[in-house]
């Protein structure tokens, strides 16, 4: 499970009574009911003895009725991800001996006593949930006699551990699926949505919310006879809602949610597959046999070294770096007060509207005031949409809007703490604009650009105080993206990077901070990716096979579709700048030829509706540009899928490796995070370094010298990943966060 839950054991009598919706601790009052609340670790660790030991304790006592109160605090992934390191010589016989531990302590809370044979003389046990409730916070609940929730708006209920690479296998997907049927938890168990209480509560999740959650559920347990208290999968004649796997409606569901699983996820990630097989074969059993079964597919997950990558780097690594691993200690609070954006297209439209929508004062400035207009009207047609969705209400559409003043006064710059510089890509340009601005703002103003490729510390010295300069990198659209990259020049001081760690973390995104070089990091290890599917083209390898093999490795978009998508006239833009940056070194001329010519060509891409895809007049891609094939005619010798994906998958991870080695990374979590949210670097794997972790580096540095041997230089393997080879080294061991100082 996914949640760590704070706890103590109440005597009964307690009256403590304070603010549910604040997700404080409550207690039932008078002398009939023991509360308890769920500790700081979860099970099946240190902390399930623990719970054993209170809850016999609570069983032996005069007073026979319970109430579970959980109150969600921050996730205790790691210790699962570390669990099979805990168990000696067999670690999956100990994970699944743990894992089934853990099922008997939370059968003996569902079955509270009654007698096996006839179901009666159990004692009601009940759950309260003040806030939210996630992973284990809800698989413990699920296992008592019913469920209330505070209304609460804020809160969130689910089981969303699919997302960090494992399912629910505290009892979760076995319960979820016997009480919603298999189409009802569907949504929940593979998607790993979350919804509010009044939701959860509609879904069947949970059974009540109230304001006055706690009350209600002391009323209920004084009332509850033996068939309130009696699971219905624990009834005679019990029958799956919507149909067992093997009844015609249950078949029909079981295909359609194979389909849906096989057209997200390519048959890249585990865990889906596994989760399937643990409903469809526990659904043809009976219920404790199903806990065992779902206890198997669990300890295999667990033991698959994809689900020890995603959790590290999805939530161990996202949420420290969320929280300010790597912020200045000694730099105090920064947060913005007012942010001056320059230049109101598509990202300076987008920047305004994360700003305005974290409350965060936002002057948009553009050269005249119909331009700077249409940047607000961004934000306004984003809110007029989640209107038509009920995400937004007509207050906070006009709040929001009412952050933003659009103008072509730079005068009106004068107070801003952050400036944010997302015009045109060129240097003279961000360069006349940074001398401009820097009459006006404030002395200890920072200020940022949003370049993508241009160097920080060259752009910093059009500054008079480069120690205030910074990069700030979004990526597009802003406010889907998740990934910020800070970007220090050679100048900037630490106020600097906490100011951009602070805002970005105002605006509710993950911020990684990294060292200056042209393309940073994001885009140094992007550009090859996305020449690599260009080089294949050019060799006659058919470019449907290049896109499925990037899909089959869960890449979001494969490297053709991405060029469409960020259009090929920027493309050839770049290839221009780096060719004259780099000079005779140059090593893309094979890339350039593709590009150019598409550009001749007036292919531009999506925006042009015509790039390497045909698309219809609505934007639609319908298929390859059968052009591409005359230009480029398809090898009667075709590389199989392995071949293409490791060429896909090392140009990028090589890149990384060299980052880290040139200290353009400097904390190992920012490649790994910044590679899956930037990109979305085969989120299966936890990033590129932690892919070479699970490869193991002898075998990596031997592959890329392989690839090296066969395809060019590029492939070489970098002298850090060759001696991690040699010595059989990790990069999770050699670079571990606990060994790395922090204080930038």
Known sequence: GCIDTQTHFREPGSTDTEDLHSGSRAAIAGGITSVFEMPNTNPPTSNMKEFQRKLDLAKNRMYCNYAFYFGATADNANELADLKNLNGANPAQGLFDGFMQMHTIMRKIERAGMDPKTNKGGKPIVTVLPGTALGIGLEIPLCTHRIFAADNNKAKIGLPEIKVGIFPGAGGTTRLVRKLGIFGASEFLLEGKTVDPIKAKSSGIIDEVSDTPMSDAKAWVLAASDADILKPWDQKGYKLPGGAPYSPSGFMTFVGASAMVTG???????????????????????????????????????????SSAMIRSLFISKGALEKGAVRPK????????????????????????????????????DQNQDVADKGKAYSEKYLNAGIKRGKVSDKIKDDILNRILATDDHTRLSEVDLIIEAVFEDTQVKSDVTKAVLEIVPKDCIFASNTSTLPITELAKASKYPENYIGIHFFSPVEKMLLVEIIKGEKTD????????????????????????????????????????????????????????????????????????????????????????????YPNDQIDEILFWMEDKGRLGRKANAGFFNYNENGKREGFWTGLEEKYPISKTTPNLAEVQHRLMFIQALEAVRALEEGVL???????????????????????????????????????????????????????????????????????????????
């Open 264 to 306: 997200k996820t390519m048959g890249a990630y585990p865990a889906p597959k596994a989760l399937m097989s643990a409903v469809y074969e526990g659904s043809l059993v009976p219920f404790d046999t199903a806990l065992k079964i779902e206890a198997r597919w669990f300890t295999n997950i667990v033991m698959n070294p994809s």
């Open 330 to 365: 000694e730099v105090p609070d920064q947060r913005v007060k007012t942010v001056g954006v320059l230049g109101s297209g598509m990202m300076g439209a987008g920047i305004a509207l994360v700003a305005a929508q974290a409350g965060v004062e936002v002057v948009l400035v």
């Open 494 to 585: 630490n106020r600097a990077v906490a100011k951009a760690l602070d805002f970005v973390r105002q605006i509710k995104k993950t911020p990684i901070v990294v060292n200056d070089a042209r393309f940073f990091y994001a885009n140094r290890c992007i550009i090859p990716y996305l020449n690599e599917g260009l080089r294949m083209i050019t060799e006659g390898i058919p470019p449907s096979i290049i896109e499925s093999a990037a899909k089959q490795l869960g890449f979001p978009l494969g490297p053709i579709q991405l060029v469409d998508e960020t259009s090929i006239e920027l493309g050839a833009k770049i290839a221009r700048a780096t060719r004259a940056a780099i000079g005779k070194s």
């Open 666 to 744: 400097m904390d190992i979590r920012e490649g790994d995070v910044g590679a899956v949210l930037g990109w979305g670097f085969a989120p299966w794997s936890g990033g590129p370094l932690s892919w070479l972790d699970i490869l193991g580096t002898p075998y990596a540095a031997e592959r890329s010298q392989e690839l090296c041997n066969t395809y060019g230089p590029r492939f070489d393997c970098p002298p850090l990943l060759a001696a991690m080879g040699k010595n059989n080294e990790a990069f999770y061991e050699r670079f571990s966060p606990e060994k790395l100082d922090n204080t930038l």
